[in-house]
């Protein structure tokens, strides 16, 4: 049973930083895709970054580029999403997302929610102004 458990939410003012982390557990797969996700009230769930466990190729999607950082422990299995530079924007729930990787994934299949079996749930983002 993969279990998805997030933290590290919270409210700052413009400009500031949140790491958020994702404690990933009950998988020993190969092929494995892990990504962050955020839903704004009244708006889909988007793609923010993505991560392949087995080749560490990383997607972003362009609003967080040069903002926000995907990492991970390998010995802890945890996932981190650094932010910086918030903006009001970025308020959303976040979401850390799993599942198995397409061969040759492309971006746009990286960041797509269609793409994940396993979902955390969720920790709230409120960036103000």
């Known amino acids: 049973q993969v279990q998805l458990v997030e933290s590290g939410g919270g409210s700052v003012q413009a400009g500031g930083s949140l790491t958020l982390s994702c404690t990933a557990s009950?998988?020993?797969?190969?092929?494995?895709?892990m990504g962050w996700f955020r839903q704004a009230p009244g708006k889909e769930r988007e793609g923010v970054a993505s991560?392949?466990?087995?080749?560490?190729?990383?997607h972003y999607a362009d609003p967080v580029k040069g903002r926000f950082t995907i990492s991970r422990n390998d010995a802890k299995n945890i996932l981190y999403l650094q932010m910086n530079n918030l903006k009001p924007e970025d308020t959303a729930m976040y979401y850390c997302?799993?599942?198995?990787?397409?061969?040759?994934?492309?971006?746009?299949?990286?960041?797509?929610?269609?793409?994940?079996?396993?979902w955390g749930q969720g920790t709230q983002v409120t960036v103000s102004s």
């Open positions: 997302a799993a599942g198995f990787c397409r061969i040759d994934m492309t971006p746009i299949q990286a960041l797509s929610v269609d793409e994940y079996h396993y």
């Open positions: 009950g998988y020993t797969y190969s092929n494995w895709c």
């Open positions: 991560l392949d466990i087995d080749d560490g190729y990383i």
